[in-house]
Each structure stands twice: as structure tokens, then as C-alpha cells.
């Protein structure tokens, strides 16, 4: 089965998005299995309301393990199914924690092998003046730009400075594509799905 991972730095809205997009595709259940960097594997059940309660929020590095989903979309007239995979944020240089770095390295390694790359980057905390596009995301763009499924999803565009952000993006990465979305309100969802269903 084809993956599809979502990638970027900490705190961007990456496991909301897991978590809502697959709301958005129906399931209001969610079997999550979680793949440890390092100790054993496990998996869980949750509800839309608990997985947001639990796995996401503003602490830096909440996501430290890749949590896979089974999930399927219509395509055509069938049905198509695809592994969405949360992982953890990446940052600059080495990082002082053992079990995040390792969990960081297990991130690098199931890009490798995705057929969809979903890179996302907090529009709100990008301006103009003070262009904050990250190195690791300068980085990972230039490594996966030209894998077909590679998209950037411009993310928490429910924020007003979010428009500045998506602005700067669209000007540094005119070639690639980009689709603005807000995961906490699941706006943008749809264009999303059309690009990973041409992918998957
Ligand atoms: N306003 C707004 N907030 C969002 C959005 N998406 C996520 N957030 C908030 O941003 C914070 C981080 O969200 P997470 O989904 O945990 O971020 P993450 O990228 O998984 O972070 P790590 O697991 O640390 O890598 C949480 O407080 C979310 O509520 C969005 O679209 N809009
Ligand atoms: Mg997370």
C-alpha cells in the first residue's frame, strides 16, 4: 500500500491534520498504530475529539513516534487505500535528546519511501520582512521538489497573518505546489485529497 507522510517542523499542525484529515474522510474512529523509535510498537483506538485532546498541542516535539493510519479515499468509482503516517518535527542541527533524535532519524527514513510527501509549514509565523522559512525546510524542499507527490501544505490559514506566510511561500517555491489549509478547521481539505489521490 502506498504511504503518504506529513512532514515539517515542530508544532506546525501536523498531527491535527492527521487527525482531522482522516475525520474529513469519513472515519470517526481512529486506529492508530504507533511505530516507537526506539521501545515497542503499539496502537490505540480514539475518537476525533479525544486523538485532538491527546496527541496534539503546543508543546514542542508532542509527536515523537510515527503514528500510521489505514485510511481509503474514493478515486474514480473505487475506492483506493493509502497509509497517512504523522511523524515527528524535524529541526536544525543535532539535537540534545537521545529518544528525538532517533525519532527524527526514524522521520528522515519513511520519507525515503513515501508515494506522497505532505510538507507542512505554519503560514501564521511567516512574514515578509523577516522571511521565516526555516533551514530544515529550505532543506527538505530541495530534497523532495522533484518527487511528484511532494506538496507543501501552507497551514493554520484561519489566522490572520497566515495570507502574509502564504504570499512568502508562493513567491520562494513557484513551481511546487502549495495548497493554504487550516487542519483545526479543516478548510483546504479537499484540494488536498485530489493531490494525494493522484499519488496514491
Ligand atoms: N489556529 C490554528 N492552530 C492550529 C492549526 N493546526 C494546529 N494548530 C495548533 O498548533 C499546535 C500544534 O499542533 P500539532 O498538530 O500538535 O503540531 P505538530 O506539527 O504535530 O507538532 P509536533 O508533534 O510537536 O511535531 C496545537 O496547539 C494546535 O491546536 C490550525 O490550522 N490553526
Ligand atoms: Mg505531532
Partial sequence: ?????????????KTMFAVNFAAFLGRQ??????KAADGPDGARTYNVDEAILTLTGPEVHKTRNLLGQNLEMGVGKG???????????????????????????????VIRDAAVILHMMDASAIR??????????LELANYARMRPGYAILANKM???????????????????????????????????????????
Fill in 1 to 13: 500500500m502506498k504511504s503518504c507522510v506529513v512532514i515539517g517542523q515542530s508544532n506546525v499542525g
Fill in 128 to 137: 515578509r520582512d523577516h522571511p521565516e522559512i526555516g533551514e530544515v525546510d
Fill in 79 to 109: 475506492r483506493k487505500p493509502f497509509y497517512l503516517v504523522d511523524t515527528t518535527g524535524l529541526s536544525e542541527g543535532i539535537h540534545p535528546n537521545t529518544q528525538i533524535r532517533r525519532a527524527m532519524a526514524q522521520t528522515l527514513g
Fill in 29 to 34: 474512529e481512529l486506529a492508530i498504530a504507533i
Fill in 158 to 200: 484561519d489566522l490572520p497573518p497566515a495570507q502574509e506566510g502564504l504570499a512568502v511561500l508562493q513567491q520562494r517555491f513557484q513551481e511546487l505546489p502549495i495548497f493554504p489549509i487550516s487542519a483545526l478547521r479543516r478548510q483546504g481539505f479537499r484540494e488536498v485529497k485530489r493531490f494525494v489521490a493522484q499519488h496514491i
